[in-house]
């Protein structure tokens, strides 16, 4: 029989490919996280036909997600001087003029957006951000008064109020316009973390921790909520509150100096001091010019028994502040405990007269208060005081239905994908091993291409790894042409298949797999991988607002056919029970993923998933057992989920 080929070559076969099918392409890439591929699909279809617009929209939509702001400005431009009309275009080149603090040009294109769209009130909620960015208060405050008379429950808006008193330093407006947006939402805990940025600022510690505790409750992951909250327990001497924040704080921010200097500090006032100098080692990696944490360092090592560790760092903060006599009297403690009596003496009488002359001038040595002091005051008198920000101001957000798309779409709670077949080996962290299946075993010891594998991931592809795929399908396609026997033909359709959908081609991989399905109908390979592939089409459909009920048809039929054929396949399965959970079958996909675990008790994915439906069926006590297994067994996020879980309850 005649076998359809379909070929295509980044650079010389623009014109094979419909534009229209690479604008989708590239939609698809764009949905699945897959930017740079993304973009050399939309760069083709820009190069066919320059005067659309969509190429050059979604190609700057591309570009914003991998921040290159000014390039994604650039590609708006474009689209905009094709189709001036497409309000979608002026909201996006917005966001990448604010992300350049172009403030006054993305008013221009909010201006320009609400003209077409006065009624969109995410426009006019970002329009005054931008005013109060650029510190025209009275421009924003006029816009607030008629977002507030055209949606008088619109509980930003107070927040937005807030926020121009807090610039304007009218603590008083500032309160009362928190106080009607939490009338309005009270579970908003940006707003909660916003009344507290007063509380703060007012030492009102007690209503700080309250607050902060609401924000806390509702924003579980925001590590600053947790360093703010640990200042105000540490001044009301919940020294073990404060430390227990700190540590939280770090767990989600990893790098936050703030976590990292309050926390040493805090191991000092309890005695921690080995602990406390891997935390000043860490500001000190993340700031070395810091001479407070290096002078902290110093007191540490001197404790520890590190005398010339000490005297190296105290030296260090001499040589920067020559008058800090409290330095200078702890290195001469150093020497003497080292022996070097003559530089102890040195030290020793050089503060002694300076402590002369100030008793002689009536000068009296500054006396600042214990608890806190702002990170740019540099006053080394002050190494032992807690850091805060200089001004903490409240948080932005401005609203886009590209902001934050991608963080909206995944939850702590997202299912892990099918297992599918791959050109690239999966490793996991625990098992170091490819994931064996017998029929793609027996495929490459028979291949006359690359070998296959069987992987979960399916990996964002640079511009150096699409290419190579890219020329792996033109030597496919040129070996496809020569062969004159099925035999030789579906192994070398098949691979060309799974590179297709590695560069998120879905289609053309379908097409070819149907291909082999046409030519050998008890092809489990093929009916394996056209089902992954109907599943991510399906999952691109919804989110584009179609109906993907057909399609999810063919992906229940296909893996029924192939574990018909193939036998008891733990990857089979488990694919089957991810199509189960994603109709919200949960029980179904709960069933299926313990027969997919009777094949291969070690397949972490299966705990993962049936965990996550454990979850979202209520039983929290079989999911915390299955999270607990996947974690055990490589993938690590379960654990975050565990403990997100046991604190919701």
Not at 345 to 360: I, P, S
């Amino acid at each position: 029989m005649a076998l359809i080929t379909f070929h295509f070559s980044p650079i010389t076969s623009f014109a094979q490919y419909n534009t229209d099918r690479l604008i989708t392409i590239g939609r698809s890439a764009l949905y699945y996280e897959d930017y740079v591929l993304s973009i050399q699909y939309f760069n083709q279809a820009i190069a066919v036909k320059p005067y659309l617009y969509e190429p050059w929209f979604f190609r700057g939509v591309a570009k914003y997600y991998l921040d290159d702001f000014s390039g994604a400005e650039h590609d708006c431009t474009e689209a905009l001087e094709r189709n001036p009309y497409v309000v979608g275009i002026y909201e996006l080149r917005g966001l990448t003029r604010i992300q350049q603090e172009k403030f006054a040009d993305a008013i221009a294109d909010y201006n320009r957006a609400l003209s077409f769209m006065p009624d969109n009130r995410s426009l006019w909620h970002n329009r005054v951000l931008c005013h109060i960015q650029n510190e025209d208060y009275d421009e924003a405050l006029l816009e607030l008064d008629t977002i507030q008379q055209r949606w008088s429950q619109y509980a930003q808006a107070w927040n937005m109020r807030a926020d121009i008193r807090m610039q304007q330093k009218d603590t008083l407006q500032a309160i009362e316009a928190l106080e009607k947006s939490l009338e309005l939402d009270p579970y908003d805990g940006k707003t909660w973390a916003m009344r507290s940025i007063i509380s703060l600022s007012r030492h009102e510690w007690p209503a700080a921790e309250e607050q902060l505790d609401h924000a806390i409750h509702l924003l579980p992951k925001q590590g600053g909520y947790y360093v703010n909250r640990a200042l105000a327990r540490y001044n009301q001497n919940n020294l073990r509150g404060a430390m227990a924040d700190y540590d939280a704080a770090l767990d989600l921010e990893p790098n936050n100096f703030l976590g990292h200097y309050n926390r040493g500090l805090l191991r000092v006032d309890v005695g921690d001091d080995n602990r406390a100098i891997v935390d000043f080692d860490f500001v000190l990696r993340l700031e070395p010019d810091n001479m407070l944490a290096l002078f902290n360092r110093a007191v540490l090592l001197e404790r520890t028994g590190d005398l010339q560790g000490a005297v190296r760092d105290y030296t260090k903060v001499i040589d920067e502040y020559p008058n800090f006599h409290t330095g200078i009297l702890y290195r001469a403690r150093c020497y003497r405990r080292l022996g070097q009596t003559q530089k102890a003496e040195l030290d020793e009488f050089k503060v002694y007269k300076a402590q002369l002359y100030q008793h002689l001038y009536g000068i009296r040595p500054k006396q600042g208060p214990r608890s806190q002091r702002k990170r740019s005051d540099l006053d080394p008198d002050k190494y032992n005081q807690l850091v805060v920000a200089d001004e903490q101001e409240p948080e932005r957000e401005y609203q886009s239905d590209y902001r934050g798309r991608v963080q909206d779409r995944k939850t702590d709670v997202e299912l892990l994908p099918m297992f599918a077949l791959s050109l690239e080996a999966q490793r996991d962290e625990v098992n170091r091993s490819p994931y064996y299946d017998p029929m793609v075993d027996r495929y490459n010891a028979g291949r006359q291409a690359r070998p296959l594998f069987v992987s979960s991931q399916h990996a964002s592809l640079d511009s150096r790894h699409s290419a190579d795929y890219f020329q792996y399908i033109d030597s496919l396609s040129a070996a496809i042409d020569r062969s004159t026997a099925i035999s030789q033909t579906l192994p070398l359709l098949l691979a060309r298949a799974v590179a297709y959908s590695a560069l998120q081609d879905n289609e053309a991989a379908i097409h070819d797999l149907t291909t082999c399905l046409e030519a050998d109908s008890t092809h489990v390979l093929a009916m394996w991988q056209r089902a992954v592939c109907q599943s991510r089409v399906a999952q691109f459909l919804t989110s584009e607002g179609g109906s993907a009920e057909l399609t999810l048809a063919g992906v229940a039929s296909d893996l029924s056919h192939a574990l018909l054929l193939g036998g008891r396949n733990a990857y089979l399965l488990y694919n089957q029970g991810c199509l189960s959970a994603r109709k919200q079958d949960y029980q179904q996909a709960i069933a299926l993923f313990t027969e997919a675990l009777a094949v291969d008790p070690h397949l972490a994915q299966a705990y993962y998933n049936r965990g996550i439906c454990s979850i979202l069926s209520g039983n929290q006590a079989a999911a915390a057992s299955d999270l607990s297994k996947a974690g055990e067994l490589g993938i690590y996020q379960a654990y975050s989920i565990i403990k997100k879980n046991q604190s919701a309850r």
